[in-house]
Structures are given as C-alpha cells and as structure tokens.
C-alpha cells in the first residue's frame, strides 16, 4: 500500500525528524493541509494576513528578504503567532551555493533564518554538499529540510534525471532532508530495481495552487487542490495570491474567506484520498 494512503497523524509516528512529525501533527489536530505563502512587502501586511490565515493553516511559508521593515520584531511577532494559532514556519529561501556559504546563510546575517525557521529548502543543484552544509546548522536544532525536485513554473529545467538525482540525494540525508517541493509524490523516483523504497515517506509541498486562475503572466502554472492532493498524491497546498490577493489594498474579509475556502478544499481532497 501506498503510504499517501495513511493519515497524516499515521505518518506522524513513522517520523524521527522533529519537525517532518510536528508538521504532520498539527495538520491532523487542526485539520488542515493548507500552507499560506505570504509574499508581501512590509511588515504591517505580513502581519495582518498571517493573523487572520492563522487558524486555517498548518504552515506559514515566508520570503523575509522582500519585506522592506524587517527586523527581529517582526520574527517575535510572528512566532507568537504561531504559538497562538499553533502553526509551522517554512522559510523559501532556495539555497544554491556551497556547503560552507549555504551554512553561513542559513544561521547568520540579517535573516538568521536557522533560528527561527522550522522547514526551508535547498535547490539540488550543488550536489550533496549543499545538504551538510545546511545540516551542520540545522540538525542540532531539529529543523527539516525539504529539496526542489521539481518547480510549478512553464520551462522548469527540473525534470527527469535532476529531479531523480535529488530523491537520491534524499533518500541518503533521510535525518534531515523530510521531504520536495514537487508536483507529485516521488514514491521510487530514480531508485534501481533491486532498491527497496516502500518504507519512504518524504513530504511533498506543492507550490502553484490556484482555484480561479490557471497561471500569471510570468510562468505561474495552477492546479486546484484536487488535483495536487488527490491525482498527484502530495500532502501539503502552497497558496499565495490565491488567498491574500493580488492588488496593493488587502481585504481582510476576503483573504479570510479564501483561507477557509482552500483549508475545505484541501481537506476534503485528503479525504478522499485516504478513504478512496
Ligand atoms: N514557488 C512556486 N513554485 C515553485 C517553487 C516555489 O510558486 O516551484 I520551488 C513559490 C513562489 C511563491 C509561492 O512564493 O510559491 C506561490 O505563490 P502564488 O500562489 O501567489 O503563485
């Protein structure tokens, strides 16, 4: 059996990475498959969206380079937030470089994002390296790691060997590395016949979920919650401007409604798949 099939709290207890098993914790206790991605520009905006997503998410995915006030108060906040409405946060700061670069990245500068991030991610393109280097900061402090196999956008270059060469180097970092950003599950990806994979269970993020839109005009590709949860066997929704919006003045009401609006759909296409 397939372990798509499993509940997330089923999946919770086969999980020694701290936080693979919070992650999946709290999606069970709270209901909810939804991760809001926050990209907006300051830190009054952030604040409001992630206060009034709050109760319907399980993950707050943030890119803290764009927001023009950053500081640490912003960090304060948003961790009490996330006691407050008991969610995870994910920092999608794709890191690229060397072990020792990535390292100094991930703890240090303005950002320190070690400190205070639970998942972030890393593209493959280094080779294995790049997963020592982020591990050296973030094991100690129990953080997940997720890889980019595969990308939402038209043209993505990671596709058959790159994206099976990163399970590879997954399944080799399995303390640290919990699961992709991909479009599908990746059960057996790029292992040979006489491998045994059946007892992995990486987690699969998707970015490019959209109910009312198709794509944008920079190479967004969309898929609805059906789709990515249900067909393509992943555990977790990215939405963005699906939820908060497109224009400058947000509606409070409206990204409220939308939240609630993917938390249901996302839920019941997990629902489907695990009774199915
Ligand atoms: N994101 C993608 N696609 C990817 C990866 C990351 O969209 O393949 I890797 C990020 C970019 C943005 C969010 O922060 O996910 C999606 O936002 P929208 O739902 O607004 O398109």
Known sequence: MSLAKLSY?????????????????????KKT????????????????????????????????????DFDHDLIEKLRELSVKYDFLIFEDRKFADIGNTVALQYSSGVHKIASWSHITNAHPVPGPSIISGLASVGVPLGRGLLLLAEMSTKGSLATGSYTEEAVRMARANKNFVIGFIAQRRMDGVGASPDESTEEDDFLILTPGVGL??????????????????VDSGCDVIIV?????????????????????RYRTEGWNAYQERIKG
Do not use: W
């Open 9 to 29: 709290a089923e999946r919770a207890k086969r999980h020694s990475n701290a936080s693979a098993r919070a992650l999946l914790e709290v999606m069970e206790r």
């Open 240 to 260: 963005g401007r699906g939820i908060y919006g497109k224009g400058n003045n947000l509606d409070i009401q409206t990204v409220q409604a939308q939240a609630e």
């Open 212 to 229: 009312d839109s198709r794509g944008d005009s920079m190479g967004q590709q969309y898929r609805t919650p059906k789709e990515v949860i």
């Open 33 to 68: 498959n939804l991760c809001v991605s926050v990209d907006v520009t300051t830190k009054s905006e952030f604040l409001s969206v992630v206060d009034v997503v709050g109760p319907y998410i399980c993950l707050v995915k943030t890119h803290v380079d764009i927001i023009e």
